[in-house]
């Protein structure tokens, strides 16, 4: 069992769709992100979740909603996004407590294609 | 604000041999950490090496060292004796401890490993 699992790894979808990204973490972290990779571009921070709660939010348009139902799951749900929003996206874990270094563990992540 | 530089973007080595993978960082705050990661064909960052801003050492993790001059502000990493799996993009991040959970990456270094 890997340590932190997305789904789907690929997705295409339209502009109009509904469409959710799901991640799993399977290492007893209290925070979970998500990060946006687009091509020639550095990662880009979008959503971080301590402890359920969402604690930043990196100017992302509304068009992408996170979700933290609990400590080991974290959702992005996506609706009538852009051909622009066509990226990597992927998601991350790390355990903040006293004495760690707080490095991030990724997932595979997912391929979103907008056409 | 917080900036990381990593001015080559992709590197040839023969392998067996040693490359260096250059970063520059930029940050007003005392006290941060500085992370490589290894990012394969396959999607997944994978972390390499930390170095903390307040380590009198070089950190060092197997066939990875890093090369950190605090006063220059850089912190390159050292892979010895090459070998093809190591062929990959290659990212430097930072995370101040004044910035909560925020990475800054770099844009990433493109390594290819030649037989």
């Known amino acids: 069992e890997t340590g932190v699992t997305q789904t789907p790894r690929h997705l295409v979808m339209g502009m109009t769709n509904k469409k959710s990204l799901k991640c799993e973490q399977h290492l007893g972290h209290n925070a979970m992100y998500w990060y946006k990779q687009s091509a020639k571009k550095p990662l880009e921070l979008m959503f971080v979740?301590?402890?359920?709660?969402?604690?930043e939010n990196n100017s992302v348009p509304s068009r992408f909603s996170p979700e933290g139902p609990n400590s080991s799951h974290l959702f992005l749900h996506l609706h009538t996004l852009q051909p622009e929003d066509s990226a990597l996206y992927l998601c991350?874990?790390?355990?903040?407590?006293?004495?760690?270094?707080?490095?991030?563990?990724f997932g595979e992540g997912s391929r979103l294609t907008v056409l | 604000a917080q900036k990381i530089t990593q001015t080559q973007p992709g590197m040839f080595v023969q392998e067996k041999e040693a490359v260096t993978l250059d970063c520059t960082y930029d940050?007003?705050?005392?006290?941060?950490?500085l992370f490589w990661y290894k990012q394969p064909s396959s999607g997944e960052m994978i972390f390499l090496i930390y170095q903390g801003s307040y380590d009198q050492q070089n950190a060092t993790e197997g066939r990875y060292s890093l090369n950190f001059q605090k006063a220059r502000k850089s912190a390159n990493l050292v892979i010895s004796a090459s070998q093809l799996g190591d062929s990959a993009m290659y990212f430097c991040?930072?995370?101040?401890?004044?910035?909560?959970?925020?990475?800054?990456f770099g844009p990433g270094t493109r390594l290819s490993v030649l037989p």
């Open positions: 991040a930072m995370k101040a401890d004044n910035y909560g959970q925020n990475f800054v």
């Open positions: 979740y301590n402890f359920k709660e969402q604690t």
């Open positions: 991350a874990s790390s355990y903040g407590g006293r004495g760690e270094i707080g490095e991030l563990f």
């Open positions: 940050t007003s705050d005392p006290s941060y950490g």
